[in-house]
């Protein structure tokens, strides 16, 4: 069972930066991608960025040229660098994981719990 566990939210400026991170246990050479996925309030959850085992990447419109998604395979960690962040980044940000999907749907295996990102004007 893969268990995802987020961190690195918090609040930030308009224009500032974040990165986020997710360490994924109980995972095994078969996982073909992880992502990042938000929540506004009021809002239905939406891909932001995913990578899979190979290292390619989808980002989202609105994310691409600001977000960057990476992970480090050796610690089992996914990572989101949010660059030029906007008010309208504001969302809980979860990450998951799929061993048989890779787009930027809902259609993931397995979900972390979220981390919270404010960002103020």
């Known amino acids: 069972q893969v268990h995802l566990m987020e961190s690195g939210g918090g609040s930030a400026q308009a224009g500032g930066s974040l990165r986020l991170s997710c360490t994924a246990s109980g995972v095994d050479d078969s996982l073909l991608c992880m992502g990042w996925f938000r929540q506004a309030p009021g809002k239905e959850r939406e891909g932001v960025a995913t990578?899979?085992?190979?290292?390619?990447?989808r980002y989202e419109d609105s994310a691409k040229g600001r977000f960057t998604i990476s992970q480090d395979k050796s610690k089992n960690t996914l990572y989101l660098r949010m660059n030029s962040l906007k008010p309208e980044d504001t969302a809980m940000y979860y990450c998951?994981?799929?061993?048989?999907?890779?787009?930027?749907?809902?259609?993931?295996?397995?979900w972390g719990q979220g981390t919270q990102v404010t960002v103020s004007s």
């Open positions: 998951a994981a799929d061993h048989l999907t890779c787009g930027l749907g809902l259609d993931f295996g397995f």
């Open positions: 990578i899979d085992s190979d290292g390619n990447t």
